[in-house]
Each structure stands twice: as C-alpha cells, then as structure tokens.
C-alpha cells in the first residue's frame, strides 16, 4: 500500500470517527432545537428583583459542560438532571434591599437537580438569603404556552 492511499485511509476513518462522535454527543445531549420533540422549557432570565431572585447561566447538565449558558430560554427533553447554574451577571448586593452590603458577589456556581416534565415551564433563578448566599430555585412552575 503507498503513502498515500495510507494517509487517504486515515484522514477518511478520523472524518468518519469524527462524525459519529459529533452524532453520538448531539443524540446525548438533553436540549432539543425542535418544538415538535416532547419538551419542557426553562425560562432562565427572567429577572425577579423584587422578590430577591436573579437570572442564572446553565454551565452543566448532568457533569456535562453546555455551550447554552448565554441562553435565557432552552428546551429540554423530560428526565431527571443535575444542572450546575451560576447568576448570569454579578449582583451588587448593596442595591438589594434588606440584604448585608458587601462587594459583587454570586459568580460561585451551584447544583439544581430537577426532574422537568414535557409541557411544562420551569422559571429558575438565583434566591439571595439575608447573608448574600443564594441558591438556585424554581420559582414558578406552568404549563408551557406552545
């Protein structure tokens, strides 16, 4: 065998390697781009300043990091998930009334395990305690609009 049917033969098996690995990780991952698959949503910027809950990134779902965190609104397929959230911007905490005044805080990321349901709506956010920890929560829980 040449050179170069060799060389042929192993840049076409990395290429078929290759799409069969991106198939695989697109067929394993929990979001779908469709509203026709069976879905639950998650609405993750709204923002509920008056009730002490900011907006939140998703940056991992089930140990698995997600290119969705700058994302406000996802689709998911139903299941049970471990989501690793984050506040999706720094909160002065100073400007959050009854709260102890303290410098930019909330960039730590967080576990939210959920099991989401198809045709519903999930609204997560960060949940800031008077101490200026917080937590992720879901704060409203509906039946999806579409």
């Known amino acids: ?3 170069f049917s060799r060389r042929g033969a192993a840049l076409a098996a990395g290429a078929l390697f290759g799409i069969v690995a991106l198939t695989a990780g697109a067929a394993a991952s929990p979001f779908v781009g469709s509203m026709k698959t ?4 998650l609405y993750l910027n709204v923002d509920q300043r008056a009730r002490q809950i900011w907006p939140v990134e998703i940056w991992a779902v089930d140990g698995v990091l997600t290119n969705h965190s700058d994302q406000g609104v996802l689709w998911i397929r139903p299941g049970q998930y471990t989501f690793k959230v984050r506040v999706s911007q720094q909160v002065n905490l100073a400007d959050v009334p009854g709260l102890e005044r303290r410098a930019y805080y909330g960039q730590a990321r967080h576990e939210l395990k959920l099991q ?3 045709g519903k709506a999930y609204y997560i956010g960060a949940k800031f305690r008077a101490s ?4 992720p929560v879901v704060w409203k ?6």
């Open 132 to 135: 200026g920890d917080w937590k």
């Open 38 to 41: 069976a879905h639950a949503t």
């Open 141 to 146: 829980t509906t039946d999806a609009s579409h």
């Open 1 to 3: 065998m040449s050179t």
């Open 116 to 118: 989401v349901r198809a």
